[in-house]
């Protein structure tokens, strides 16, 4: 009933499960990159297993394990505490999976996993130091309400943070996006929010945190490693890597997606985002390569949300063009030419291009 | 560029293109059809073209044509009139179309375009009345602000009605839903409501209401067509046919989705919807139609709202089994056991089908 992970044969197109992945789950129309912030309902949204049923009166958040006072938290009570919003670009580790070749079987990503939202909640950190983690704590242990079977194991949804990474100041408890509680597929009633990594750091319907002694293993710590093999021990996805995504410019032809252009001034404009460091420069070409052209930086939207680029392009002769940008960080990490492949089809930050036909 | 629609060659996979669909567009998941109306941002979602972006404080629904008095509405205009809230549910014609064999080439829709959202607004009745259509009027053209090409066709989204069912006192112009204001991606500020037809009818972002004295032949009506030939004139899709749909019973399997499920009492519960009548009947069967049973249905949410069903399943042995639903309208009109093909994919109604496994 449940199979290893595995990568399309040669030529393999998408099937009836990946599609069903696609059908469920989804990403953000481009076009919405013009909004600082995602319009509810259009952040992308992945979900392992199904969108757990909670009942907020009933509901608690438990932290336990290696703590000298273990907690047991109303959602009353973490609304009586500190409260924080912050704006945060969040992305699937997937996204552009559907473009590697072979292509790794999963959620068919193309280019639209991420989005942006205003994100309210209690920073985790005081909650951790008021239960007051043991010496020998090395990780803590977030485990959401959504329960599955993946790749033969079956699990509650869980993942890691190392202790210093869970005592960053950003990391917060969430309980509201975009100024209303988090919708259930968001992960009503809270979620963890670890800013500047993946999305699948930031564990939905969070009911428990654990402090445990040793480095935590679970299904999903190794399902999001970058590894060549299936036995490989893998890399750990972690940080966001940089990208650049162009909002689509002109029209769209309904099944192509190819864009339909008029001659004249056209203001490109999209979004760049990464989880290591400042964005600082963004490059555009709208000839699939043979000239980058350096765009205008609006500043960040918050200190881990994405920056609006805009290129002034003179529009002037009919043809096709290929419109591309590429973000480049802090830490001079940028975007490949070329893909490195990994078997679980994670980071595949390659430019994105947007075919474009001009017309008269 | 913009090419004739086509149907896929026998054993081709979803392709580049209609994946490029699913992952801007998305349906319901299934398991939030345990609530009555569908949370923001889970109903299903067709953008045919980019979602446009409109400044609600110039925007101005024009209302003209074969009228005595051309009207220009403002959003405050409209807010100031009689308001209705109604929980209707909706569903893409082409809801299905990725099970039928051939595949007609298009946004690959399994069985999740659906969903049921409390909507608000005002009757469109009294303001055609007091523009006071002209004897001659056929048709009121419905266009959007949502502009593209599609099968070579550059246009803006428009579909009509007749005056008869523009008349209908449960059609509505909404700019809320479920409470809040209408998302850019379900029609800011302005959309159309026609409850018991199909999606496609409910033309977003609103900007004109043209009343004509011919049968309007614009593009969208001739592609929401059953037609078995490209160049048949085809049958116009008007109200949904009536469908019902299972809760996925037990935990998934992340890839395939499968269900799994361990023995003991399971109360089966799903919805079930018709545009052409009162649901009256649902059965279920849990070996793939070896037996139906009747469920027991809730009154509806709703006059055009779906009705729950419910079904107590005493899950005995270990094994696999099949869970179906179908449904019965006041009508007779019922759902198929193989579905009649049609060249645009639309309202397929067959039997859904969830495979379970039942592990001790």
Known sequence: MSHPSRVADAGEAVGFDELGLAARNHGMPLELMREDVTPLGAHYLLTHYDIPAVDAATWRLEVNGLVRTPRSLSLEDLRARSVTTSTVTMECA???R?????????????????????????????ILEEAGLSEEVAD?????????VERGVEQDYARSLRVEEAMRADVLLVWGCNGVDLPPQHGF???LLVPGWYGMASVKWL??????SSRFDGYQMRAYSLRQHIDDEGEALTRIAPRALVV?????????????LRPGPCLLEGRAWSGWGEVTTVEVTVDGGGTWHRAQLDPPVDRWAWRRFTFPWDVTGEGSYAVSARATDATRRTQPAEQPWNRGGFANTCVQRLDVTVIA
Do not use: K, Y
Request: charged letters at 20%; aromatic letters at 8%.
């Open 140 to 148: 803590l242990v977030f485990t959401g309400a959504d329960h599955g």
């Open 189 to 191: 009633p809270l979620r």
């Open 207 to 212: 009911r428990r945190i654990e402090a445990v």
């Open 94 to 96: 997937g996204n552009g």
């Open 248 to 260: 689509p410019p002109g029209f769209p032809d309904f099944m192509s997606r190819r864009r339909v």
């Open 98 to 126: 559907a473009r590697l070749l072979p292509r790794p079987v999963s959620q068919p990503w193309l280019h639209e996993a991420v989005g942006t939202m205003s994100w309210t909640g209690t920073p985790l950190r005081p």
